[in-house]
């Protein structure tokens, strides 16, 4: 049987990131699609926007795309995009997920300095919405590091990515974000860097200690000396074929 991968763009940077995964992916015989947030210019913002329960039409939106698909896949997430990955297996949604350096879901600890990331970023009007980007300095520090824009093959401009203040504030809140941690769901693998300074490896290990609740398989890999990229920095490849082999273990392809 030959299994899809969905890699869920987060917050803050752009789809960009995931093209060394989905090569190593598709090499290792998965069928793959990247699955990104509406564009600044999309009308698709407007509809996610309006209403009170933005990460529930944000996961709505994602599941319309996976429904679209010819088989359940496996659910493959990136901070904003690990939240969501969780909150689709909560729905029933994936045959397994892999939720990297994500965001926490209500009733786990937050990180709070992300609220101080949303308020320092730069902001922007863009057809009535207002879009946050972190500026160059934001990135460098909090998101790319350990990196250095010398370590970086794209620029700057290619990988940081406009998000609505509106979702970025709801999202540091926990507003939408509760999971009901007992139930069945397909199994997760929730995975951290040491170094991750934006969504602390602490956060991540908390989400990990709710989510065992579940009878469902739940494991945790902790990358020291990785940052909030490490699916892309150097040594990339060690965290892509520990995922590939934890999927080969959950879905029985050996």
């Given amino acids: 049987m030959t ?11 752009a789809p960009v990131i995931w093209e060394n995964f989905e090569r190593h992916f598709k090499a290792c015989g998965y069928i793959c699609n990247v699955l990104s947030l ?9 509809h996610i926007l309006n209403g009170k329960a933005v990460l529930d039409r944000l996961v709505d939106f994602y599941a319309l795309k996976i429904a679209a698909l010819p088989s359940p896949p496996v659910l ?3 901070a904003l995009g690990g939240l969501v990955v969780q909150i689709l297996l909560d729905r029933g949604i994936g045959l397994a997920g892999v939720a990297i350096a994500s965001q926490a879901p209500q009733r786990v ?12 970023a730069k902001s922007e009007q863009l057809h009535g919405i207002c879009f946050l980007q972190m500026t160059s300095a934001q990135f460098f520090r909090h998101i790319a590091y350990p990196l250095t824009p010398q370590t970086i093959k794209l620029s700057y401009n290619k990988i940081v990515y406009k998000v609505p ?3 970025m504030i709801a999202l540091s809140l926990g507003i939408g974000s509760r999971l ?7 199994p997760l693998l929730l995975i951290s860097g040491s170094d991750d300074r934006l969504v602390k490896s602490s956060v991540v290990l908390a989400n ?8 469902a398989q739940s494991d945790y890999l902790l990358f020291p000396g990785y940052g909030h990229l ?12 520990q995922i590939i082999e934890w999927l080969q273990q959950q879905l029985g392809r050996f």
């Fill in 3 to 13: 299994n899809h991968i969905c890699f869920i763009q987060g917050d803050w940077v």
């Fill in 38 to 46: 509406p564009d600044q210019d999309d009308d698709g913002w407007y």
């Fill in 76 to 78: 493959i997430g990136h």
């Fill in 109 to 120: 600890f937050p990180d709070l300095g992300s609220l101080i990331h949303i308020f320092g």
């Fill in 165 to 167: 203040k509106r979702l």
């Fill in 180 to 186: 009901l941690f007992n139930q069945e769901r397909g």
């Fill in 208 to 215: 990990y200690y709710h989510q065992r609740q579940s009878l």
């Fill in 230 to 241: 490490l699916i892309m920095q150097p040594g990339w490849e060690q965290v892509a074929d």
